[in-house]
């Protein structure tokens, strides 16, 4: 399943909020529109994020290739700053920004139109990659995952999160895929679901043996001993390992070191904010009291009650066991081994 994808000059997404009940496409022609998209979670997930972006970007160029080249240049760097904006926490959305920015930083000078082209194919290049990582970050936590194993995850980190495949649901489909999964444990993942609208049906999808809970039973499944270990995705990575995930993710990383039971973060190396040494300074997007007043349209709380709405949260890098990438895991001391990524990320984006 691949949740988003660029056909014939226009960005098609699988419209995320209508899921698992209707599956609907929706065709950006314009980076504003996928502007909205992201705005409006109909592609949401860090690293889909990233592809959403990039692939506005590329409608952009093509929008502006008959300007000057002066004024083509001015025009991108305002839509990645407009693109930038659209939310805050999953830095896969800046990185790919950046990286686009490059390419077409690389070609300054050069006819907007060949710019483009090149942007096209720096896009499709981005996408191809993270559903390659994602099968990489398969392999790697395929040997943290023990016979017969029964798995809790939160939130969404599956192939509709990702350019395909997924990362903690990467593992999780690697590991089914071995021969190795009993039962995955989803948590419904409130307010907006994404667990039991998103996880369920696409663990359904596979023929995984999938059991829904609500967020607040995850302590008690964890005490019943019924998880060998916790999996899920991130959407920032500090230098110091803090992991920023969807709201919900610290109390459980919480719960399954109180009840010693392996807690995995699966991200790719697009996930990791080198600049940030350590997880306060991740910036938490907070979202619109509805999300919270309301279940899937019908109120639920008395009108007017203050809300508080974040949508993610930070797990301190000692709750996690270990950090699976595409290029290996990651243990504890963090700091040491995302030193090492920064480093052999720069020399990849010939910074080093
Ligand atoms: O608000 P969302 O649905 O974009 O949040 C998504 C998550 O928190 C995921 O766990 C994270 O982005 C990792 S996706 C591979």
Redesign the pocket.
Known sequence: MHPIWWEDGKVVLIDQTRLPHRRENICCSTYREVGEAIRG?QV??????GVAAAFGFVLAAREYANLSRELFHKRLDEVATALAAT?P??VNLFWALDRMQKVAAEYVGTDPHIIANELEKAALELATEDRENNRLIGRFGLQLVCPNACILT?????AL??AGY???LGVIRAAQEAGRVERVYVDETRP?L?GARLTAYELLEEGIPTTLITDSMAGYVLQQGMVDLVI????RIAANGDVA??IG?YSLAVLAQANDVPFYV??PVS?FDFQLTNGAQIPI?ERRPQEVTHFRGQPAAPVGVDVFNP??DVTPAEYITAIITEVGILKPPYKVGIEELKVQSRMKDGNG
Do not use: I, W, Y
């Not at 949401?44 to 994020?49: D, I, N, Q, V």
């Not at 939160?154 to 599956?158: D, L, P, S, T």
């Open positions: 979670m949401r997930g860090a690293p889909a994020l939310r926490t999953a939160h939130c969404n980190a599956g999160a990702t997924g990362t903690a907006l994404q899920v995705g991130a959407d995930n969807k993710t699966a991200a996930s997007e949508a993610f």
